[in-house]
């Protein structure tokens, strides 16, 4: 008689072939998907009895007793994985819990069998379940976890936030801010620092509480920094480019020179002078000094002017107007330890000394690394079609006003081998006065992407030339295209038609910018895509001799100042103001055009293309009558075209100017002077109340200061 499965139960319900352990087959797919509809009974195809597994030769294993086993008051389980197979199956017991989970084990090691038994629903796996307990993390752990290229993007995003021409902040609020972030955590401290000395500026005037304090007449800020850079050299070290105040009034010019002298000569690495633009007269200056003995400089502005009649006295031998070789050599001294030096721009101003014929192309045949070269106002005797095509390979060419170059000179230029890798050309005011030698810029500089020509006359095609193919002028890779033929003309130029022509006919397939002031037809107004508006909201509100400030050509928004120079203009003529007789050259000769006057024409022109429809609407009744009628889609240019019509000016140049930054914008104050505008005291983020505690008006207040703004030569 078989035993019972469990104590005390009757031997007589419990025959002996039932009297085994419970086996069920089991596939690893029901177990996998948890589905609840897996069989409950094995498979009798799938069942062999012990018998024949003792005759197979296999070993066997005590059968396993179906009793009921411990509860277990654990709350965690585990699920282990089950494998099966077809000659092999996988028993299974449970184990019962007070928790809702189910602990599963597999027996696999164990050959007995079971009978079938009943299975629950709670005898199902329910998913494991994990205690999450969050872990305190220390004072800046987790910026110490991010890389450095995140927190460099973070400051520089910061920085841009500060100083962008849309904001109402300015660089002493962003250097604040740079601070406060350096003081919170040692990772934030050594890239805010790089941040706030690598490029440091310092605008508008020094703070009267502050010059009190330290008990310093001028440049308060400036003698704080140096003792900075002088008792730290690592911090010294940091210092790539230097913004500093413009002058003050009360000290003289050359004490506050030699005070940024000594500033300049702290920072080894200097590479950068922004905000002073002194002027060279062939003297000895000590701030000239200084920044010839820092070899890591890359940008150099010269001014030239006329020595001053005590310099003139100890050279009574020189010709008046012209340097003496002396000079000459003293000024390419300077250059020798600029090995890195990338831009240059020379400027004369009026009855200027100016240089020999010859000393521009040596001064850049000692700068290895010259790739800008900026030529302002430079006579003759200094600057000539020779000195022109033996200038270096660079990039970046811009001459204005120079009387010596000629179209034969640029001519030959275009077709040097050394010229193939200028990306930039600016020709103001230059004799190019050949239609074929424009073409041959075009058509050799084939890197070329963007081009600015402004001049009173245009280019003209030899006697008996008749063009037959089109486009005369093409350029695979010009980008932006400056076009500025000043003159009074109401017709178009024939230049102006041979180089729309040219753009229609495919000529400049990568032009994407066009910015002709001077369009009297509206010919390249045509090849534009259309417009909705041309002007501005202050073009129509504005004296047509007064200057306004200036917008950004990427911007749409004409009531924002660019920190441009806004100098006053002559003022208006009225009946009592005498006037000289007017002659032809003086009404024809116009040194650009004005952009204001450009956008008003523009917007006449297209009002007056709206009123030519493209389109005629009738609209009829039931009966056919005429209900109504009018026209639509009336407009000027060309659906499709890539190219946009631009009559706003560059960052920081002027409308009277023609949209292009020259060496007067640079010199002047940029945005820094509050005399006609509201500049920035900290408060642009002050709390709406209007209560204000004391410390924090300290804290965040500052002396009002302009939002100076960085100029890039044209």
């Not at 005759?55 to 509860?71: D, W």
Request: hydrophobic fraction near 35%; charge should be positive.
């Amino acid at each position: 008689m078989a035993m019972p499965s469990y104590r005390g139960a009757n031997s007589d319900c419990y025959p002996p072939e039932l009297n085994q352990p419970t086996m069920t087959y089991m596939p690893n797919h029901h177990w996998a998907g948890g589905n609840a509809s897996m069989p409950r009974a094995p498979r009798s195809d799938n069942i062999e009895t012990m018998s024949q597994r003792k005759l197979a030769g296999e070993p066997s294993y005590p059968a396993t007793l179906n009793r009921p086993r411990k509860l277990s008051m654990a709350t965690s389980s585990t699920a282990t994985p089950v494998s099966s197979t077809r000659d092999s199956f996988e028993i299974r017991s449970r184990s019962s819990s007070w928790s809702s989970q189910t602990s599963f084990q597999s027996n696999d090691s164990l050959g007995g069998y079971s009978a079938w038994r009943p299975e629950y629903a709670y005898s199902r796996p329910s998913p494991i379940r994990t205690n999450f307990t969050p872990i305190k993390r220390l004072s800046g752990e987790l910026f110490a976890a991010l890389p450095s290229e995140v927190l460099e993007l973070i400051l520089e995003k910061l920085q841009d936030q500060h100083m962008s021409w849309k904001s109402d902040s300015c660089t002493t609020c962003a250097m604040r801010d740079l601070c406060s972030i350096a003081s919170t955590c040692r990772r934030w401290h050594a890239y805010a620092t790089r941040a706030l000395y690598e490029n440091i500026r310092l605008n508008g005037a020094d703070s009267a509480a502050q010059k009190k304090r330290h008990k310093i007449t001028f440049g308060s800020r400036l003698v704080l920094l140096r003792r900075t850079l002088r008792a730290n050299t690592e911090l010294a070290a940091m210092v790539r480019t230097l913004k500093v105040p413009i002058p003050p009034e009360g000290p003289s010019l050359d004490d506050y020179h030699n005070l940024v002298a000594t500033l300049v000569m702290a920072c080894p690495n200097f590479e950068r002078l922004l905000g002073l633009n002194p002027r060279f007269d062939h003297g000895f200056s000590k701030l000239f000094h200084a920044l010839s003995t820092r070899q890591h400089l890359k940008q150099i502005d010269w001014i030239l002017e006329s020595p001053g009649q005590q310099q003139q006295q100890q050279r009574p031998s020189s010709r008046p107007g012209s340097s003496s070789g002396r000079d000459s050599t003293a000024f390419l001294d300077l250059h020798v330890n600029w090995t890195v030096l990338t831009t240059l721009s020379i400027h004369s101003l009026p009855r200027a000394t100016q240089f020999p014929n010859g000393l521009i192309t040596r001064t850049s045949r000692r700068l290895p690394a010259l790739q800008h070269l900026y030529l302002s106002r430079l006579s003759h005797a200094a600057f000539d079609d020779r000195s022109l095509c033996s200038l270096p390979p660079l990039q970046t060419l811009s001459l204005s006003h120079l009387p010596g170059v000629t179209s034969r000179g640029l001519s030959v230029l275009a077709t040097r081998p050394a010229s193939q890798a200028m990306t930039k050309l600016t020709l103001r005011h230059v004799k190019l006065d050949s239609l074929p030698a424009l073409a041959r810029i075009f058509s050799n500089l084939t890197r070329l992407h963007t081009f600015s020509l402004v001049q009173t006359s245009c280019p003209t095609l030899p006697e008996d030339t008749m063009i037959w193919l089109m486009p005369y002028l093409a350029s695979p890779s010009l980008k932006k295209l400056h076009w500025d033929i000043t003159t009074t003309s109401l017709v178009a130029d024939p230049a102006d038609q041979i180089l729309a022509r040219s753009v229609t006919t495919g000529g400049f397939p990568a032009l994407r910018t066009l910015r002709a002031p001077n369009d009297p037809e509206g010919v390249f107004q045509s090849l534009c895509r259309p417009m909705e508006r041309v002007e501005i909201v202050t073009d129509r509100f504005l004296h047509p001799g007064r200057n306004h400030f200036n917008v950004s050509s990427s911007g749409s928004d004409g009531n924002r100042g660019m920190g441009g120079m806004d100098r006053p203009q002559s003022p208006p003529r009225t009946p009592t103001t005498p006037t000289a007789p007017s002659t032809p050259t003086a009404a024809v000769f116009r040194d650009s055009s004005d952009l204001r006057e450009a956008r008003l024409a523009a917007q006449a022109r297209l009002e007056e293309a709206r009123q030519a429809h493209r389109f005629l609407v009738r609209v009829v009744n039931e009966d056919g009558v005429l209900v109504d009628e009018f026209g639509l889609a009336g407009f000027l240019g060309t659906l499709g075209s890539p190219i946009r019509y631009m009559l706003l000016p560059d960052a920081g140049a002027r409308d009277d100017k023609g949209g292009l930054v020259d060496m007067d914008d640079v010199m002047g104050h940029c945005g820094e002077d509050i005399s006609d505008r509201k500049g920035c005291c900290g408060r642009w983020n002050m709390t709406t109340s209007g209560y204000v505690d004391r410390i924090e008006k300290e804290k965040w207040w500052h002396t009002e200061r302009g939002r100076w703004m960085a100029l890039d030569l044209a």
